[in-house]
């Protein structure tokens, strides 16, 4: 709520999988009277492609994945938010030279989904250390704020996507 009201100018969607969250940001944000800010409830696994598909390629300028659910059980993990297919729709929907930030608490977590996006060809990492990239946003999130109260670690990438697709890795 705080990035839609300093930014006026832009459009911010939230995606959330628990809908008691998105049924109470939303009254936050009529309460507000935020226009540029929609909160869904969806499983962006599931949900991510048909909401985009009628949106022009190049349509999203910043994606953020901010601590999502860590499904620990090893069999539960194919629960977890960055996919393949997710990182494939990113591809087709972000602008050129657009930027995909990823944080969480739970370093295994923000490993794997970097290493998901580090894997497609047309995503180049800008850090490089998670322990040492900083939130490009002037503003935190409740967990993130929760996390470094408590002094505990949060862990960071910054993705862009590149404008030629054909690349050397530097990482």
């Known amino acids: 709520m705080a990035m839609a009201e300093q930014f006026p100018e832009w459009n911010f969607l939230g995606l959330e999988i628990r809908?008691?969250?998105v049924i109470r940001a939303n009254a936050h944000?009529?309460?507000a009277g935020l226009t540029n800010l929609h909160?869904?409830?969806?499983n962006a696994n599931n949900s991510l492609r048909w909401m985009l598909e009628s949106l022009p390629a190049g349509v999203l300028r910043w994606v953020a994945v901010q601590f999502p659910d860590p499904w620990f059980k090893k069999r539960h993990q194919k629960r977890r938010v960055v996919q393949p297919e997710v990182v494939q729709i990113l591809a087709d929907h972000l602008m050129p030279e657009g930027q995909v930030f990823l944080q969480s608490d739970v370093e295994e977590v923000l490993l794997e989904m970097g290493d998901r996006f580090q894997?497609?060809?047309?995503?180049?990492?800008?850090?490089?250390t998670p322990e040492q990239t900083p939130n490009p946003f002037p503003i935190v999130t409740e967990r993130e704020a929760l996390t470094l109260e408590k002094g505990e670690p949060v862990y960071r990438m910054i993705f862009s996507k590149d404008h030629v697709q054909n690349k050397t890795r530097n990482f």
């Open 19 to 21: 809908e008691p969250l």
């Open 29 to 31: 944000r009529d309460e």
């Open 39 to 42: 909160f869904i409830f969806c």
């Open 119 to 128: 894997e497609h060809p047309a995503f180049e990492r800008q850090t490089a």
